[in-house]
């Protein structure tokens, strides 16, 4: 892009970023990466926005995947433009030509929103995929998209780790009120923003009409309130907006990476406040449902790729939704650059070799990770599990726990004994019974299955 003006290209680079903000995948943005590059002298004349391309196959790709997008970006920009579109340059003309792209982006931004920050349009109910570990969250929240405001869910307070569907589920409230109740005032904001705008009205003596703004709103997704809970100001006027709104039977909805309780730095009354309705706990997701995920993405994105390798990745990538995504971005960029070579697991296990050594390293699980959920699952106390008592309702979860142990850590036998107070001796028979047990008894398998599963991990991991 040498010949344009630097005005031009402070523009363009604006809009590139703004592009990027509004593609809703990662795949999407990946793409764009590869394609943007592509484009040459992006110029305003009079009200079109011109961009150079390479070849009618460029020029028809791009108009149909970005000149929408670019447009509304350009306008994000303060850009006063009609229209945009791409022109065939005749001296780059013969040179070689992209692949066509086997998909199209369905990136759109919100706009009926009172909305500070954009709505991702594919963040629906639709598009969310249901498993044990968000299906609580999930209820909860298809109940205050219902019902904004009248169900007893207000507010409605949504933790868990980074890259689980927080931001997901929040959104898909907001898409579904706007959808059904078209008369209501959603408000989608992040806490950032809503810091960076408090912080701005106080500046400008603005206030008062910043109250106004967010009292006035039906709905309010406030995302990632772990980032406010600190902030000794903003969590009064927080405080007082937040009551304003319960008080008028609004709805309110939060996300936090953390449960109110461990909220660093937030004061008793308003975590206190945060508890009143509904707290809800996104995990991370089971084998099965990272499966389901990996389906629909690939449905969304209209690439062919074998359960094989969607197995592959769903067996070892555990961590979260987005690493789940950006595993099947490298193998779905992979398939668009080398469409003449089929794509087998040991390409994918090599394409995937730095993520799958991430997984393991932030992944490895801990004894006592296992022992709460094997408590939980049971429904017995932590400390029963480590506890001298030898009934059977005792030594079943006890064992259980100490063959999980040994099979999905990696522990030494006398190490996992410190864990449990018994010698090594102890955790090996109690390991060895479970192994035995297994075999004949089906509701032990299930059991063992289903806490395996919530450890996410898989029945085949534990041999
Ligand atoms: P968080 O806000 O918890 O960090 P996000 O809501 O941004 O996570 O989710 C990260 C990505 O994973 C998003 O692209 C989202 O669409 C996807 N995702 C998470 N959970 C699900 C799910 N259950 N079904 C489909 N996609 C999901
Ligand atoms: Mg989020």
Same mark, same amino acid.
């Given at each position: ?25 990662? #795949? ?41 997008? #670019? ?32 998909? =199209? ?17 594919? !963040?629906?109910?639709?598009n969310f995929v249901k498993g044990p570990s968000n299906s609580f969250a999930h209820a909860a929240a298809t109940a205050v998209a219902k019902g904004p405001g009248r169900t007893s869910y207000n507010p409605l307070f949504i933790y868990g780790g ?13 898409? !579904? ?10 408000c989608y904001i992040t806490s950032e923003t809503f810091l960076n705008e408090y912080v701005n009205a106080l500046q400008n003596d603005a206030m008062p009409a910043f109250r106004e703004r967010y009292r006035k709103v039906d709905l309010l997704l406030l995302d990632d309130v ?82 094989? #390798? ?6 070892? #990538? ?79 979860? =006890? ?65």
């Amino acid at each position: 892009m040498e010949e344009e003006t630097e005005k031009g290209n402070g523009l363009w680079n604006a809009v590139v970023r703004q592009v990027k903000q509004l593609l809703p995948t990662d #795949i999407e943005r990946r793409r764009m990466d590869r394609y943007f590059p592509l484009m040459h002298s992006p110029r305003l004349e009079g009200s079109e926005f011109l961009i150079d391309v390479e070849g009618q196959v460029q020029m028809e790709t791009f108009t149909g995947l970005y000149a929408p997008v #670019i447009l509304d970006a350009l306008r994000m920009c303060g850009a006063n433009v009609e229209k945009v579109r791409f022109c065939v340059e005749e001296r780059r003309g013969d040179q070689p030509q992209m692949q066509m792209p086997r998909y =199209r982006p369905q990136a759109k931004t919100v706009r009926s929103v009172t909305s500070t920050s954009p709505m991702n349009e594919n !963040y629906t109910f639709e598009n969310f995929v249901k498993g044990p570990s968000n299906s609580f969250a999930h209820a909860a929240a298809t109940a205050v998209a219902k019902g904004p405001g009248r169900t007893s869910y207000n507010p409605l307070f949504i933790y868990g780790g980074t890259g689980l569907g927080k931001t997901h589920l929040m959104e898909a409230i907001g898409h !579904y009120v706007l959808e059904r109740s078209p008369g209501m005032s959603v408000c989608y904001i992040t806490s950032e923003t809503f810091l960076n705008e408090y912080v701005n009205a106080l500046q400008n003596d603005a206030m008062p009409a910043f109250r106004e703004r967010y009292r006035k709103v039906d709905l309010l997704l406030l995302d990632d309130v772990q980032f406010i809970a600190d902030k000794k100001q903003i969590q009064e006027e927080f405080f007082n907006t937040f009551n304003s709104l319960l008080g008028l039977h609004k709805q309110v909805v939060m996300t936090s990476d953390v449960a109110p309780n461990d909220l660093k730095g937030c004061e008793e009354r308003l975590t206190g406040r945060f508890q009143q309705g509904m707290v809800v706990e996104i995990e991370s997701p089971s084998y099965e449902t990272r499966l389901a995920i990996l389906k629909s993405k690939v449905a969304a994105v209209h690439h062919l790729i074998s359960d094989e #390798i969607l197995k592959f990745i769903a067996e070892n #990538i555990k961590s979260h939704v987005r690493a789940i995504e950006g595993a099947l971005n490298r193998v779905v960029t992979f398939m668009d650059l080398n469409s003449d070579i089929p794509l087998t697991v040991e390409i994918a296990k090599h394409l995937l070799k730095d993520s799958i050594a991430e997984e393991k390293i932030i992944k490895d699980l801990t004894v006592d990770e296992i022992m709460r959920t094997v408590a939980a699952h049971y429904g017995v106390k932590l400390d029963d599990i480590v506890a001298k008592e030898r009934t059977q309702t005792l030594v079943t979860p =006890r064992q259980v726990a100490m063959f999980l142990s040994c099979k999905l850590t990696t522990k030494s036998l006398p190490e996992v004994g410190v864990s449990f107070k018994r010698t090594h001796a102890t955790v090996y028979h109690g390991a060895q019974t479970i192994q035995k047990r297994l075999d004949v008894e089906a509701d032990l398998k299930k059991a063992v299955e289903e806490i395996v599963s919530r450890l996410g991990r898989k029945f085949s991991d534990l041999v």
